[in-house]
């Protein structure tokens, strides 16, 4: 019975930062009431590229360069971990097949419309973002959009 009612739930994944989770580079989150309050009736799927990529929270903030590449605060490359978060965000996708995907604006991983590039909030799509829109048909939403 539990089974079949998860089973016709809408599923959406969802930046995790949004729902509360304190998964952000600085150990908070970005708690956003409007998400939370559109995904009431639906199955979440949270996720965090980031930790998914193997970075430690909280860790250095980083953005992404003219070349692409990620570096930290710290000068530290981390694209290959922006990489590997954006490959298993993709992973999770494939698995749950979410109806719809919210994430949050001008992160680095997430940002949908904006990002942050060499320490700006630039138009553009964060590393996850931009594998989901080549690999995926699934409609992407920006939490901004939710916001009442
Ligand atoms: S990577 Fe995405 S989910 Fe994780 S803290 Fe940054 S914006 Fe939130």
């Known amino acids: 019975m539990q089974e ?12 995790a930062c949004l729902l509360g989770i ?8 970005k708690r956003n009431k409007d998400v939370i309050e559109y995904c009431k009736d639906a199955l979440i799927i949270p996720f965090c590229p980031e930790q998914l990529g ?3 929270t909280p860790r250095i903030k980083a953005t992404i360069t003219e070349r692409d590449s990620v570096i930290n605060f710290a000068g530290e490359d981390v694209t290959e971990n922006f990489h590997r ?3 298993e965000t993709l992973l999770i996708v494939s ?3 979410p109806d719809e995907i919210i994430l949050k604006e001008g992160s680095p ?3 949908l419309t904006e990002t942050n590039v060499n320490w700006e909030r ?3 799509s ?6 989901l829109k080549r690999n995926t048909n699934i409609p992407l939403k920006s939490e901004i959009l939710l916001q009442s």
């Open 4 to 15: 079949r009612e998860s089973n016709s739930k809408k599923r959406i994944m969802v930046s």
């Open 22 to 29: 304190k998964c952000r580079y600085d150990g908070k989150s």
């Open 54 to 56: 193997g970075l430690s």
């Open 85 to 87: 978060g954006a490959m």
């Open 95 to 97: 698995i749950t097949k």
């Open 109 to 111: 991983s997430c940002g």
């Open 122 to 124: 630039k138009k553009g």
């Open 126 to 131: 964060g590393i996850t973002t931009t594998l």
